[in-house]
């Protein structure tokens, strides 16, 4: 749609007339549709914010317009793909690294501010290249990782958490490889394994998918606890070329995540792992106050509730709390947050209600595509 007929049309809906005050925000949405919003990438063909904003808003009584334009531009986060781009970038120099550098540091007695002496000594070397680097998802953004990081062989970078035989193998060979070049010498057995695993992800709003303890199952379930059973299964000997168990730090790393969550992995993680050494790295954590209140943000979610659609409770939702609160997104998350390529269940379902789906009684901004679907 063109851009004047697509602002004449939010106008009509919001019963905007000419005044200084509609002129300012029919500007600042367009900046914001130009620069951001516009990008969101499950827009249908030819749908752009502008439109899909006026559809939205047409949806809503008068008095429920006012309260839903301040929860667009009051609370709504927006991860750009610029932004999501710049957290892959910076998550080797300014957290692995660092991370690494403190492990050197306590083992030799270094000050762990002697960045320059640590880096350039054999240990820091030899660790880096004993680092496996493995994506959890197609999020992982594991190409951009590698692309932005040469100091970091292909060879330890892989896509996906499970690796097949030969795989392993020729990651094992060249391991051994490397680290004759770093030591100038062959490495004992013991070194001649990844002593650090790195499990990249992009998002997490409750935790919850990575790892959850459900009732009637003695085992845990998600993408972490998946690596974990691959990572204890000594009848698949791919992995065990490649690390001991005994002597091995696991690291999640996610590039945006929510407090609630960092807890939860935090210590659901180092219950799941035992005597495995596990940490949380979030790369960029998102504010305590990004989740919306249901005393300071009342009328927002009184709005929620009006408009509560409960065809979106599957099985998979089920997994998180839902109860009398689906209308707080997946396990009552209650984020106003939209991802450039899609927006998570954990947001709240009046901004993702998707448009596929027959028994949606309303509609979403930013429309979602369910992988489960």
């Given at each position: 749609m063109d851009e004047k007929l697509a602002t004449k049309l939010l106008n009509k809906v919001m019963g905007w007339s000419i005044t200084s005050e509609t002129i300012k925000e029919n500007i600042i949405i367009q900046s914001l549709a130009v620069y951001r919003?516009?990008?969101?990438?499950?827009?249908?063909?030819?749908?752009?914010?502008v439109e899909s904003l006026a559809r939205w808003m047409n949806q809503f009584t008068n008095n429920e317009k006012k309260i839903a334009y301040q929860l667009i531009r009051k609370k709504l986060v927006f991860i750009s793909e610029q932004e999501m781009n710049h957290l892959v970038e910076i998550t080797y120099p300014d957290f692995i690294h660092q991370f690494l550098i403190k492990k050197v540091a306590e083992h030799k007695g270094i000050p762990e501010w002697n960045v320059t002496r640590i880096a350039k000594c054999?240990?820091?070397?030899?660790?880096?290249?004993?680092?496996?680097f493995l994506g959890l998802s197609d999020g992982s953004h594991i190409d951009s990782f590698r692309r932005n990081n040469p100091q970091i062989s292909t060879e330890q970078i892989f896509r996906a958490h499970e690796i097949t035989d030969d795989r392993a193998e020729e990651m094992a060979d060249k391991l051994k490889v490397d680290l004759e070049?770093?030591?100038?010498?062959?490495?004992?057995?013991?070194?001649?394994?990844?002593?650090?695993?790195?499990?990249l992800d992009d998002f997490s709003g409750s935790g919850i998918s990575y790892i959850r303890y459900e009732s009637g199952q003695a085992e845990s379930s998600g993408k972490v606890a998946k690596f974990y059973k691959f990572l204890k299964d000594t009848k698949d000997p791919?992995?065990?070329k490649l690390v001991n168990t005994d002597d091995v730090h696991v690291c999640l790393i996610l590039y945006v995540m929510t407090p609630e969550s960092n807890e939860r992995l935090q210590s659901d993680g180092c219950i799941l792992f035992d005597k495995i050494k596990f940490d949380v790295l979030p790369v960029y954590l998102l504010s305590k106050f990004t989740k919306l209140d249901e005393t300071k943000d009342s009328e927002i979610i009184s709005l929620l509730k009006n408009y509560k659609d409960d065809s979106i409770i599957d099985k998979h939702f089920r997994k998180g709390r839902c109860c009398d609160k689906s209308y707080l997104g997946y396990d009552e998350c209650a984020l106003p947050l939209v991802l450039y390529h899609n927006t998570p269940n954990n947001s709240v379902p009046l901004l993702w209600y998707e448009d596929d789906v027959l028994e949606r009684k309303f509609l979403g901004l930013f429309p979602r595509i369910s992988r489960h679907h």
């Open positions: 919003y516009n990008e969101y990438q499950q827009f249908t063909t030819g749908m752009r914010f054999i240990e820091f070397k030899t660790l880096l290249r004993q680092s496996l070049k770093i030591l100038n010498r062959k490495p004992t057995e013991d070194e001649a394994h990844f002593k650090m695993i790195f499990l791919s992995l065990s």
